[in-house]
Nanobody
Framework: QLQVVESGGGLVMPGDSLTLSCTAS????????LGWFRQAPGKEREFVAAIWWNSDITSYADSLKGRFTLSGDYAKNTVYLEIKSIRPEDTADYYCAGSRTYYGGIRYYATPRDFNLWGQGTQVTVSS
């Protein structure tokens, strides 16, 4: 059974950097991409970034380019989301999502329906 689990959330100060992890287990050979979404209180789930599994090919939400960086350590079946210069508006629950569907390009993995399985989420709170 394929699963993804997030970790690394917590309380951080504005301006700090934070790295979230998403570790896949089980049938990881069936993965095509991993994505990150976030959901702030009272708001819809928002796409953050996605990465082709077993590659460094990435896609980012236009509004978040520059401060968010995705990378993978596939020996550990783990993808990392680094957030730099974190802001109070980055406060949200962050979710990792996996896809077992091939869409032809990483830019097509940009909505929740493009992903087949979800982690439980990790909470990030940015406050001084």
């Amino acid at each position: 059974q394929l699963q993804v689990v997030e970790s690394g959330g917590g309380l951080v100060m504005p301006g700090d950097s934070l790295t979230l992890s998403c570790t896949a287990s089980g049938r990881t050979d069936s993965l095509t991409a991993l994505g990150w979404f976030r959901q702030a209180p009272g708001k819809e789930r928002e796409f953050v970034a996605a990465i082709w599994w077993n590659s460094d090919i990435t896609s980012y939400a236009d509004s978040l380019k520059g401060r968010f960086t995705l990378s993978g350590d596939y020996a550990k079946n783990t993808v990392y989301l680094e957030i730099k210069s974190i802001r109070p508006e980055d406060t949200a629950d962050y979710y990792c999502a996996g896809s077992r569907t091939y869409y032809g390009g990483i830019r097509y993995y940009a909505t929740p329906r493009d992903f087949n399985l979800w982690g439980q989420g990790t909470q990030v709170t940015v406050s001084s």
